[in-house]
């Protein structure tokens, strides 16, 4: 069965600090795609990014950057030097093909990452 | 400004009582979808439309209900039915069902059964 797995519950850091974030996924689909949600308090998920199963490029995007590794079904973020509006909780996702044609997505559980000033 | 929209933002509801969450998108977005999240739990799928007219059960649509007449409009019903409806419930929407798009989401609705 398709699953995401983020074993780590809440991550608490100081400012400044360097973070990463674990997400490993299974699936039997040859393609698929992977996305990060981060989850403020306010409540609205905002997208990060996507990436597809044919590119394993690592992407960086400002302090944020994602390493991709499909030999360990790993799909990780990291934020580099952490600022307080950081904390939130941050989603993996696995889009999964539909019976009925389409796609949906399924959700890890979840990390809160606490930044501390 | 476009985006997803949900009201009420909290809502209480007696035992044994129907309840209807709204979601309203302004983004001529193709597909939308209803999730349900409980406290340390990641998202799950309630309801999907892929089109108007048309949507489907997702892993726990057991006890809602929804309909899609407009492509705007994606309401959701938590019935008497569902066992223990209080949670927050957050509505999305994407381009189209059939490619592996980002979703936008809405603010959310937390829903408090008494």
């Known amino acids: 069965a398709q699953k995401v797995t983020q074993a780590q519950t809440e991550i608490s850091v100081v400012e400044k600090e360097d973070v990463t974030l674990d997400c490993v996924y299974e699936?039997?689909?040859?393609?698929?795609?992977l996305f990060w949600y981060k989850q403020p308090p306010s409540g609205e998920l905002v997208f990060l990014i996507r990436r597809n199963s044919f590119d394993e490029q690592n992407e960086i995007s400002g302090r944020y950057s994602w390493n991709f590794q499909k030999s360990t079904s790993s799909f990780n973020f990291t934020i580099t030097a952490s600022q307080v509006v950081d904390s939130a909780v941050y989603f993996c996702?696995?889009?999964?093909?539909?019976?009925?044609?389409?796609?949906?997505?399924?959700f890890g559980a979840g990390t809160r990452l606490f930044v501390k000033a | 400004d476009g985006g997803i929209t949900q009201s009420p933002k909290y809502l209480f509801r007696k035992e044994g009582q129907n309840v209807t969450l709204s979601c309203e998108q302004n983004?001529?977005?193709?597909?939308m979808y209803w999730y349900r999240q409980d406290p340390g739990q990641g998202l799950r799928l309630i309801y999907y439309s892929q089109i108007v007219n048309d949507f489907q059960k997702g892993d726990i649509a057991e006890g809602y209900s929804v309909s899609r007449e407009k492509k705007e409009s994606f309401p959701l019903t938590v019935t008497s039915a569902q066992k223990n409806p209080t949670a927050f419930y957050l509505c999305?929407?994407?381009?189209?069902?059939?490619?592996?798009?980002?979703?936008?989401f809405g603010p959310g609705t937390r829903l408090t059964v008494l």
């Open positions: 699936t039997r689909d040859t393609t698929y795609y």
């Open positions: 983004l001529n977005h193709d597909a």
């Open positions: 999305a929407s994407s381009t189209s069902g059939w490619i592996h798009n980002e979703q936008f």
């Open positions: 996702a696995l889009s999964e093909v539909l019976n009925t044609g389409g796609f949906k997505t399924i």
